[in-house]
């Protein structure tokens, strides 16, 4: 009996986890450096935004990410709020306005302060591990002990990308970002016995959701001030309102109501899942703006923001269909009339050509009928 209260009692306490003050202050230094990453994509030549500037903005978005995710990840399982904990994050803090301030399309004028921003972040999420397994006991103590060590092995590699020019200097730097994200994953079977908290992780999620949704509104305003007012640009702009709050209706309502936030795993689908939400999301947020200005070349357009828009769906649904309550989740039938709207107005875009505040507006109806179904 008192096994079984002691139980309750760890449980209810763990799904009572929450978000603290310091943890929304952390958040607010990224929201700077997302727009950075963001602003990569509105660099527009010859009617399309070349391959160079779309592979730099997933250069620069992807360690932005996982910095703020080792972080989030570490409070998720062991963090508490005490003084240690607060000027490990403080001390973090300062390396995040490094690697903002040193985000740029040039990187090798920015390199050097970048590295310090990233791997200094990065060092002190392991430093944190190995100061709190000595604490913990069982499974948790080997979670914490595989994480803090084995997040060193990236960090010497990109470290080693100091030694190295050219293009060699990134491929090293990249190679140890990548084995970094890649080692939860191999250790999968040591983290699934420490589960991760649902309901606190996808908090965060959303609070960097709401980040990815005020850059598109800051491409509503954008388009506000770009021209003077007509009413093809006030109907482009309140169509675009109607379409971000179709998101947001969407991704919150889901997270709310539909996610079952019980469920125990390691959390990796809400996780890497969550990479290509926010891809996704920077990318609607700048075609907004390229549509609008009318920049790029009609099909290249529509390529780049049907795409944007696939991307946000697929990654959705797969990030929701595992937590949503098993009579909730979507079936075949609603998979296929979504597709199947989408491709319908790609395919009547690509053969007539309409004007932009059409276009926003098909995709503000296809976010409508997807909250719609899925909340």
């Not at 990453?37 to 009617?47: C, D, F, Q, Y």
Request: charged letters at 15%; a positive charge.
């Amino acid at each position: 009996m008192n096994k079984n209260t002691s139980g309750y009692k760890q449980n209810k306490a763990s799904a009572e986890k929450k978000v603290t003050w310091l943890e929304l202050f952390y958040d607010l230094l990224f929201v700077a450096a997302v727009s950075k990453a963001s602003h990569v994509l509105l660099h527009v030549e010859l009617g399309s935004i070349p391959i160079e500037y779309l592979t730099k903005f997933f250069l620069i978005f992807v360690p932005i990410w996982w910095a703020w995710v080792g972080q989030s990840l570490f409070v998720n399982r062991f963090g508490k709020d005490n003084l240690s904990h607060r000027i490990f994050l403080i001390v973090q803090l300062f390396f995040v306005l490094i690697m903002t301030a040193s985000l740029s399309v040039n990187f090798d004028q920015y390199y050097v302060p970048f590295l310090i921003g990233y791997v200094g972040l990065r060092a002190m999420t392991a430093i944190q591990y190995m100061s709190v397994h000595k604490k913990e006991e069982a499974h948790r103590k080997i979670t914490a002990r595989y994480l803090g060590s084995r997040f060193w092995i990236g960090l010497v590699i990109s470290s080693c990308s100091l030694f190295f020019d050219s293009w060699i200097r990134y491929v090293v730097l990249y190679a140890g970002i990548t084995v970094d994200i890649l080692l939860p994953l191999i250790g999968r079977k040591y983290l699934v016995k420490s589960p991760i908290n649902t309901h606190h992780l996808l908090e965060r999620f959303s609070l960097f959701t709401l980040i990815l949704l005020g850059e598109s509104v800051i491409s509503i305003l954008a388009v506000l001030q770009s021209s003077y007012w007509t009413w093809q640009s006030i109907l482009f702009a309140s169509l675009t309102f109607l379409l971000i709050i179709a998101m947001w209706w969407q991704y919150f309502d889901n997270v709310e109501k539909k996610v079952n936030k019980t469920i125990e795993t390691a959390g990796q689908i809400i996780i890497y899942g969550h990479l290509f939400i926010y891809l996704s999301m920077c990318m609607i947020a700048a075609s907004i703006q390229l549509l609008f200005l009318e920049q790029l070349k009609y099909s290249f357009m529509l390529s780049f923001i049907f795409g944007s828009v696939l991307l946000y769906f697929f990654s959705t649904t797969l990030v929701f269909h595992k937590y949503r309550h098993f009579h909730q989740r979507l079936g075949i039938y609603h998979l296929a009339l979504l597709l199947g709207l989408l491709g319908v107005f790609f395919t009547v875009d690509l053969f007539c050509l309409m004007p932009n505040y059409m276009i926003i507006g098909e995709l503000m109806l296809f976010f409508v009928v997807y909250a719609k179904l899925t909340t």
